[in-house]
């Protein structure tokens, strides 16, 4: 069975890709490099990609940063730091990049005749982006049955969000077992362009207090 793998070159979606792949799938991965602050993550898909022995690995150029709004894509505004949680929507919240990164892999999944898209979208850890919710992802699915040739006239493309309702420790734990590098990976929203995370932003805290309450070593490279 053939899937497309959305693939950011993080920690979570290095993991739904070793996920595909132990379930037996043809892996397809696709990075969008949508406009953010950084490459370094794109290099990490690269190299995630490769280690994980993903079918064929594309990376998609779009400019969501022309339109700003949000701290990975405005340059204007400060990525938060320390324990910068909120019950609010944070401000590292990219309007409708879920949505988009969806629609472009529903695009190739349709191409390749492709069953099935995985993204690695998380509630539990951090809930303040609505595009990371089990809703949005079924939501979604039932636009890809409506949307699609494959969803009018075939069995129609399911979505897949493994990891939505997994704490980020549990991720790692998973990760793990599936041999995943997670040395080739790079979360944070700030990250040197040889990779090394700042260390103090909410994807930094979030991954570091993750390895905290597992068992496993936490490679990240820190500036």
Same mark, same amino acid.
């Given at each position: 069975?053939?899937?497309?793998?959305?693939?950011?070159?993080?920690?979570?979606?290095?993991?739904?890709?070793?996920?595909?792949?132990?379930?037996?799938?043809?892996?397809?991965?696709?990075?969008?490099?949508?406009?953010? =602050?950084?490459?370094? #993550?794109?290099?990490?898909?690269?190299?995630?990609?490769?280690?994980? %022995?993903?079918? #064929?690995? =594309?990376?998609?150029?779009?400019? $969501?940063?022309?339109? %700003?709004?949000?701290?990975? @894509?405005?340059?204007?505004?400060?990525?938060? @730091?320390?324990?910068?949680? @909120?019950?609010?929507?944070?401000?590292? $919240?990219?309007?409708? =990049?879920?949505?988009?990164?969806?629609?472009?892999?529903?695009?190739?999944?349709? /191409?390749?005749?492709?069953?099935?898209?995985?993204?690695?979208?998380?509630?539990?850890? $951090?809930?303040?982006?609505?595009?990371?919710?089990?809703?949005? /992802?079924?939501?979604? #699915?039932?636009?890809?049955?409506?949307?699609?040739?494959?969803?009018?006239?075939?069995?129609?493309?399911?979505?897949?969000?493994?990891?939505?309702?997994?704490?980020?420790?549990?991720?790692?734990?998973?990760?793990?077992?599936?041999?995943?590098? $997670?040395?080739?990976? /790079?979360?944070?929203?700030?990250?040197?362009?040889? %990779? =090394?995370?700042?260390?103090?932003?909410?994807?930094?805290?979030?991954?570091?207090?993750?390895?905290?309450?597992?068992?496993?070593?936490?490679?990240?490279?820190?500036?």
């Amino acid at each position: 069975m053939r899937s497309v793998v959305l693939l950011s070159g993080g920690l979570d979606s290095a993991t739904v890709l070793a996920q595909a792949r132990d379930l037996g799938r043809d892996c397809f991965a696709l990075t969008i490099d949508y406009g953010q =602050r950084h490459s370094a #993550e794109i290099d990490a898909a690269k190299a995630v990609a490769h280690a994980l %022995g993903a079918v #064929e690995h =594309r990376i998609v150029h779009i400019d $969501y940063g022309q339109f %700003g709004g949000s701290a990975l @894509t405005d340059a204007t505004i400060d990525v938060p @730091t320390g324990n910068a949680q @909120t019950d609010s929507i944070p401000v590292t $919240y990219v309007p409708a =990049r879920n949505t988009v990164m969806l629609a472009i892999a529903l695009g190739w999944a349709e /191409v390749l005749n492709a069953e099935e898209i995985f993204i690695g979208v998380n509630a539990v850890d $951090y809930s303040g982006y609505p595009d990371c919710r089990p809703e949005f /992802v079924s939501a979604f #699915e039932k636009l890809a049955q409506l949307a699609t040739k494959a969803g009018v006239e075939g069995s129609g493309i399911r979505v897949r969000a493994p990891l939505v309702e997994m704490s980020k420790a549990e991720i790692i734990q998973l990760g793990t077992q599936l041999d995943v590098n $997670y040395a080739l990976t /790079v979360s944070c929203y700030q990250a040197a362009s040889d %990779g =090394r995370a700042c260390g103090d932003c909410d994807a930094c805290n979030l991954r570091r207090a993750g390895f905290a309450a597992t068992q496993c070593a936490d490679p990240t490279r820190y500036s």
